[in-house]
């Protein structure tokens, strides 16, 4: 991908720190999308309604790079098994879960893998949110259960890198989830905010390995709108952690690519208002932002953004630092 080598505006910047989606099947209906991406919007998440026909889709992600002033990440959620985003297009779910895909083993994973990387290269797309890195160790866990490897972090290193390493040679850019780990929860992050009550030992033996394992590997990696009390006294997500973010992945783990948060219209991080909650995640570390869809709402939060860095509300070195981060991303794959 190549990237914008002239001095950006802070309007540009602010926009980088993006990735949005949008109703329907058609991204030229939606204006706030349009104008984002004349505006410098870093990226495009497409979900199952946006994808009813392959060459009309093809053709809605060519009009996506032809209006980005800035080549975007071009992202969608292709795990395999329930989160699929192809559905429309084959009328049920095309690849296996990862669970299913691991029990067939290395040579099945690769080979799906390459299935899936070879089909988002052909619809024109260059991120994949995907690994799921996360170990399913709560058998009353209602969201990850099978869409992880294994409940063994060996089993799930073992798999995960297979899949990193083949979307990275298929020039799709994975993106390793949910940091710290999300397989212990016994809530939906989608609707609340849940809490892993385990040590710091407890994480790292097992839900941050994977993370830690292949932290050299992965381009970017995704934070998750889940409470762990190891690290935070107060009630937060490690999506706004500094001590998650900054602190333990950057600092302790060493991790040098990019961060970037879980959607931010999900219950895991409604107890902040969305500028509130971006503000603490720039400050904790969050390099970009997914919100599922362009509205009027997102469109006035980017614009509260820009203000708030105006106003010296936010240190805009760390916005700077966020913009190296995506050009790096952006460059090497």
């Not at 990237?3 to 980088?16: A, R």
């Amino acid at each position: 991908m190549e990237f914008c080598e002239k001095e950006l505006t802070l309007e540009q910047k602010i926009h980088q720190m993006f990735i949005l989606g949008y109703e329907g099947d058609m991204p030229s209906a939606c204006l706030n999308l349009v104008n984002a991406l004349k505006s410098g919007l870093g990226g495009v998440i497409f979900f199952t309604q946006n994808i009813t026909d392959k060459d009309k889709f093809k053709d809605s992600v060519q009009y996506i790079k032809d209006n980005a002033i800035i080549a975007p990440f071009l992202s969608i959620d292709q795990e395999g098994g329930r989160v699929e985003r192809t559905l429309n297009l084959y009328g049920c779910s095309h690849y296996l879960s990862a669970k299913d895909a691991a029990k067939k083993g290395e040579s099945f994973v690769n080979e799906q893998t390459e299935q899936i990387a070879g089909e988002l290269k052909d619809f024109g797309l260059n991120m994949n949110f995907a690994p799921v890195l996360d170990v399913d160790s709560n058998p009353d866990n209602p969201i990850i259960a099978e869409r992880a490897y294994s409940s063994d972090p060996d089993e799930v290193i073992r798999y995960g890198r297979i899949a990193v390493q083949t979307y990275l040679k298929n020039g799709i850019i994975p993106v390793g989830k949910h940091f710290p780990g999300h397989g212990d929860t016994s809530e939906d992050s989608h609707k609340e905010m849940p809490e892993v009550n385990l040590s710091i030992d407890e994480l790292e033996n097992t839900h941050i390995k994977p993370f830690k394992v292949l932290i050299n590997d992965l381009p970017a990696i995704m934070a998750a709108h889940v409470y762990y009390p190891a690290f935070n006294k107060e009630k937060i997500p490690a999506s706004v952690s500094p001590e998650i973010l900054n602190g333990y992945l950057r600092q302790n783990l060493g991790f040098k690519g990019l961060i970037i948060s879980d959607d931010m219209v999900m219950g895991g991080i409604k107890k902040f208002t969305s500028l509130e909650a971006c503000k603490r995640a720039i400050n904790a570390g969050v390099n970009m932002f997914i919100f599922r869809n362009a509205d009027d709402v997102v469109i006035e939060l980017i614009s509260n953004l820009i203000k708030a860095v105006k106003n010296n509300e936010i240190d805009i070195n760390k916005i700077d630092k966020s913009i190296e981060y995506i050009k790096s991303v952006k460059k090497c794959c």
